[in-house]
T-cell receptor, first 111, second 115 residues
Framework: RKEVEQDPGPFNVPEGATVAFNCTYSNSASQSFFWYRQDCRKEPKLLMSVYSSGNEDGRFTAQLNRASQYISLLIRDSKLSDSATYLC????????????FGKGTKLSVKP | DAMVIQNPRYQVTQFGKPVTLSCSQT?????MYWYQQKSSQAPKLLFH???????NEADTPDNFQSRRPNTSFCFLDIRSPGLGDAAMYLC??????????????FGSGTRLTVV
C-alpha cells in the first residue's frame, strides 16, 4: 500500500450536492491527519485536522477509521467556491513525522 | 500578520544555470520545509531544517541543496536546473518537528520554469 492514496477524480457535482472523498494510508502508527485544500496554481491551505474518530466544521466532516486505515472528507451542500483539489495528508512514521501528501482529489461544483 | 513569504512568485531560469529560491517566515517556527510539486502531482518533500539541523530526503537529487542562515530565512539552491525540475516549489514551516495539530503553514510558492 502506498503511504497515502486518494481517488484523483475529478468529481463533478451540482451545487447543493453531498460529496465524499476517501484516502487510505499505510502507516498504522500515524496519529493525526489533515485535509488540505489547494486552488489551481496556489499553495495548499489547511482545511481540517483529524485526531480521533472525526471532526466537523460547518458543511465539512472528516472521519477517521484506524482499523481500516482510511480517512474521509464529506462536503454537504456543495458551493461553487468548493471547487478545488483536496489533499489528504498523513504524517510519516518515526520521530520526525514529516507530512506526506496525497495526489489530491479534484472537485468541480457546477451551477 | 505572521506569515511565510516566498520570493519570487515566478522564476524563469536557463537550463543548467544555477538558481536560488528564497523563503522567509515571521512565525519564529523551528522547522522549515521545501516541497516540490509538479503538475497534477502531490507535493513531494525535498528536505527540511529543524533549527540548524539539515534533513535530506533519501530520494532528493544532489542537484538540490538548501541553506538556512538564520531562523527566518531558508533558501533552495538548484545547481544545474533541468527541464524536469520545472515545478512549483513550496516552503512550509512548523513550530516543532513531528506531528503537529496545526499542520504546516505554507508560503504561496515559487513557480519555476526552465528554458
Amino acid at each position: 500500500r502506498k503511504e497515502v492514496e486518494q481517488d484523483p477524480g475529478p468529481f463533478n457535482v451540482p451545487e447543493g450536492a453531498t460529496v465524499a472523498f476517501n484516502c487510505t494510508y499505510s502507516n498504522s502508527a500515524s496519529q493525526s491527519f489533515f485535509w488540505y485544500r489547494q486552488d489551481c496554481r496556489k499553495e495548499p491551505k489547511l482545511l481540517m485536522s483529524v485526531y480521533s474518530s472525526g471532526n466537523e466544521d460547518g458543511r465539512f466532516t472528516a472521519q477517521l477509521n484506524r482499523a481500516s486505515q482510511y480517512i474521509s472528507l464529506l462536503i454537504r451542500d456543495s458551493k461553487l467556491s468548493d471547487s478545488a483539489t483536496y489533499l489528504c495528508v498523513v504524517p510519516r512514521g518515526g520521530s520526525q513525522g514529516n507530512l506526506i501528501f496525497g495526489k489530491g482529489t479534484k472537485l468541480s461544483v457546477k451551477p | 500578520d505572521a506569515m511565510v513569504i516566498q520570493n519570487p512568485r515566478y522564476q524563469v531560469t536557463q537550463f543548467g544555470k544555477p538558481v536560488t529560491l528564497s523563503c522567509s517566515q515571521t512565525l519564529n517556527h523551528n522547522v522549515m520545509y521545501w516541497y516540490q510539486q509538479k503538475s497534477s502531482q502531490a507535493p513531494k518533500l525535498l528536505f527540511h531544517y529543524y533549527d540548524k539541523d539539515f534533513n535530506n530526503e533519501a530520494d532528493t537529487p544532489d542537484n538540490f541543496q538548501s541553506r538556512r542562515p538564520n531562523t527566518s530565512f531558508c533558501f533552495l539552491d538548484i545547481r544545474s536546473p533541468g527541464l524536469g525540475d520545472a515545478a512549483m516549489y513550496l516552503c512550509a514551516t512548523s513550530r516543532d518537528p513531528g506531528v503537529t495539530n496545526y499542520g504546516y503553514t505554507f508560503g504561496s510558492g515559487t513557480r519555476l520554469t526552465v528554458v
